[in-house]
């Protein structure tokens, strides 16, 4: 279990980021603030095994002295200051950029895990994100949605993802990553009770699902390059020894996006609740072809 105050300080970071989707400064500063809170959650919900918090909390120490994470002056609690927060969400969410549904549902759980750090400036803060995407058009879907349920969707954001790291196999690539945390944020939403703002976001999700899999044929085309597969197909981020057996240092995680914390909190939950056991075992065996930086 890591302890409180890397809870608050992923929030603090996430509110202070002001990420745009530009990949600018503060859109690292944002991956970052949401890289704290995931190792949080993953911890919290029991998803890794205990003997991973010595090297994750290694990695994520290399921050805490960072500006970005430092604490926020006090203030009173203003739980009245969500409404505000949710109705501008609820225009924003239609977006296909995923990281406007990411950290403002990663937002959302810490504030509905701790009310008390529902304040007017992280409040602002997380309002500078939504308002920062563009809603988009969202397609339309030719069938109702089927109502929500956690192994369904787990299933489908697994299988999604199978197919899109699939079409990109042999490029260091996000794509396929984000469907894992894109898909994880609308679950969030719906256990937090936001399940409107969710249904907002899946349609958007649907197609970004379905572009991907189009691979460099489709839209999502941008790569840094292309990489040799890893030797194992065997990883698993709910165990410990993928953790214990990282040889880059703290520095070189802090330079980077954590986006190794970001994509094993979304694939450890997801698997949880997964009721597709052979689609689950594939989605294993692709996990090694996710970007890490």
Same mark, same amino acid.
């Given at each position: 279990m890591l302890p409180e105050h890397y809870l608050t300080a992923g929030l603090d970071a996430l509110a202070r980021s002001h990420p745009t989707p530009d990949a600018g400064k503060g859109f690292g500063d944002g991956h970052r603030g949401a890289a704290m809170l995931s190792a949080w959650f993953m911890f919290e919900d029991g998803l890794i095994d205990a003997r991973a918090e010595a090297p994750i909390r !290694?990695?994520?120490?290399?921050?805490?002295?960072?500006?970005l994470f430092a604490p926020m002056p006090p203030e009173p609690a203003a739980p009245h200051e969500l409404d505000r927060l949710l109705a501008a969400l609820? #225009?924003?969410? +239609?977006?296909?950029?995923?990281?406007? +549904?990411? =950290?403002?549902?990663?937002?959302?759980?810490?504030?509905?895990? #701790?009310?008390?750090?529902? @304040? *007017?400036?992280?409040?602002?803060?997380?309002?500078?994100?939504?308002?920062?995407?563009?809603? @988009?058009?969202?397609?339309?879907?030719? %069938?109702?949605?089927?109502?929500?349920?956690?192994g369904p969707f787990a299933d489908e954001v697994l299988a999604g993802f199978v197919v899109s790291a699939t079409a990109y196999r042999g490029f260091f690539q996000g794509y396929s990553g984000h469907i894992l945390t894109h898909g994880q944020a609308i679950h969030d939403l719906h256990a937090c009770g936001h399940g409107n703002l969710a249904r907002k976001a899946e349609p958007? =999700? #649907?197609?970004?699902?379905?572009?991907?899999?189009?691979?460099? !044929?489709? *839209?999502?085309? +941008?790569?840094?390059?292309? +990489?040799?597969?890893?030797? @194992?197909?065997?990883?698993? *981020?709910?165990?410990?020894?993928?953790? &214990?057996? %990282?040889?880059?240092?703290?520095?070189?995680?802090? !330079?980077? &996006?954590?986006?190794? %914390?970001?994509?094993?909190?979304?694939? @450890?939950? &997801?698997?949880?609740?997964?009721?597709d056991a052979a689609g689950l075992a594939r989605a294993r065996e692709m996990y090694f072809v996710t970007a890490w930086g």
């Amino acid at each position: 279990m890591l302890p409180e105050h890397y809870l608050t300080a992923g929030l603090d970071a996430l509110a202070r980021s002001h990420p745009t989707p530009d990949a600018g400064k503060g859109f690292g500063d944002g991956h970052r603030g949401a890289a704290m809170l995931s190792a949080w959650f993953m911890f919290e919900d029991g998803l890794i095994d205990a003997r991973a918090e010595a090297p994750i909390r !290694k990695l994520a120490d290399h921050w805490l002295g960072w500006p970005l994470f430092a604490p926020m002056p006090p203030e009173p609690a203003a739980p009245h200051e969500l409404d505000r927060l949710l109705a501008a969400l609820s #225009r924003s969410m +239609v977006t296909y950029q995923s990281h406007g +549904v990411i =950290f403002p549902s990663l937002a959302l759980r810490a504030f509905k895990q #701790r009310p008390d750090l529902i @304040t *007017p400036s992280r409040i602002a803060g997380i309002l500078r994100i939504a308002e920062a995407y563009t809603p @988009t058009e969202p397609p339309a879907e030719p %069938l109702p949605p089927p109502p929500y349920a956690a192994g369904p969707f787990a299933d489908e954001v697994l299988a999604g993802f199978v197919v899109s790291a699939t079409a990109y196999r042999g490029f260091f690539q996000g794509y396929s990553g984000h469907i894992l945390t894109h898909g994880q944020a609308i679950h969030d939403l719906h256990a937090c009770g936001h399940g409107n703002l969710a249904r907002k976001a899946e349609p958007a =999700f #649907r197609a970004y699902i379905a572009d991907c899999a189009l691979g460099l !044929k489709g *839209p999502n085309n +941008v790569l840094n390059f292309a +990489v040799a597969e890893s030797p @194992t197909k065997s990883i698993r *981020p709910d165990h410990a020894d993928l953790w &214990l057996s %990282l040889t880059w240092s703290g520095a070189d995680f802090a !330079k980077g &996006l954590g986006h190794i %914390l970001k994509y094993a909190y979304a694939f @450890t939950s &997801l698997s949880r609740h997964a009721t597709d056991a052979a689609g689950l075992a594939r989605a294993r065996e692709m996990y090694f072809v996710t970007a890490w930086g």
